[in-house]
């Protein structure tokens, strides 16, 4: 099985900062990987798929970039409704593993 | 507006059985697999079972294997998860979410279901 890591775990930033969460696969996915935003006590929310694409109606202050083991997402200008749990999906292969998740926080 | 709609979680015992159901509208849902996601209470996000876009063919997690059956029907717009032998692990929220072709990680979630397997 392919194993996702996520880094940092957790981290806290002010609005208004532009933020990178890593996601890191134990080989190599190509651009099979997607990102989700899940607020506290809701479902998640897809972000990105295939690595850099933006899925429907997302705002444009989310991307995504990177191939085969590193991964990167960025959020330009964090407002209070991004502060959220972030994880990470590699869709290459069966089964599907999903990262550990980053939690951003306000500072 | 595309929507899935989880229902059927409970309260069982362990060694128990349920049915989750997850009714979908506004996507053409001969083009897109379907799959269930799990999150234990306070834990992250944890893959169970998709169907592809015809139903032939189903993938499951080793967690759960032999003891969750995922179906589809084409007529009622509707996945299905059958479990069966239900342990305490099992707990969580379950997510229904679609994939188009199964070539985008999940597009659109339903809002979840809570099961609870406890004695």
């Known amino acids: 099985d392919i194993q996702m890591t996520q880094s940092p775990s957790s981290l806290s930033a002010s609005v208004g900062d532009r933020v990178t969460l890593t996601c890191r696969a134990s080989?190599?996915?190509?651009?099979?990987l997607a990102w989700f935003q899940q607020r506290p006590g809701k479902a998640p929310k897809s972000l990105i798929y295939?690595?850099?694409s933006l899925q429907s109606g997302v705002p444009s202050k989310f991307s995504g970039s990177g191939s085969g083991t590193d991964f990167t997402l960025t959020i330009s200008s964090l407002q209070p409704e991004d502060f959220a749990t972030y994880y990470c999906?590699?869709?290459?292969?069966?089964?599907?593993?999903f990262g550990p998740g980053t939690n951003v926080e306000i500072k | 507006e595309v929507q899935l709609l989880e229902s059927g979680g409970d309260l069982v015992q362990p060694g128990g059985s349920l049915r989750l159901s997850c009714a979908t509208s506004?996507?053409?849902?001969?083009?897109?697999?379907l799959s269930w996601v799990r999150q234990a209470p306070g834990k992250g996000l944890e893959w169970v079972s998709t169907?592809?876009?015809?139903?032939?063919?189903?993938y499951y997690a080793d967690s759960v294997k032999g003891r969750f059956s995922i179906s589809r029907d084409t007529s009622r717009n509707t996945l299905y998860l059958q479990m069966n032998s239900l342990r305490v692990e099992d707990t969580a929220v379950y997510y229904c979410?679609?994939?188009?072709?199964?070539?985008?990680?999940?597009?659109?979630w339903g809002q979840g279901t809570l099961v609870t397997v406890s004695s």
């Open positions: 999906l590699q869709y290459n292969t069966y089964p599907r593993t």
């Open positions: 080989q190599g996915v190509g651009t099979y």
């Open positions: 506004g996507f053409t849902f001969s083009s897109y697999a």
């Open positions: 295939a690595a850099s």
């Open positions: 169907i592809s876009v015809t139903g032939d063919t189903t």
């Open positions: 979410a679609n994939s188009y072709f199964d070539s985008s990680g999940f597009d659109y």
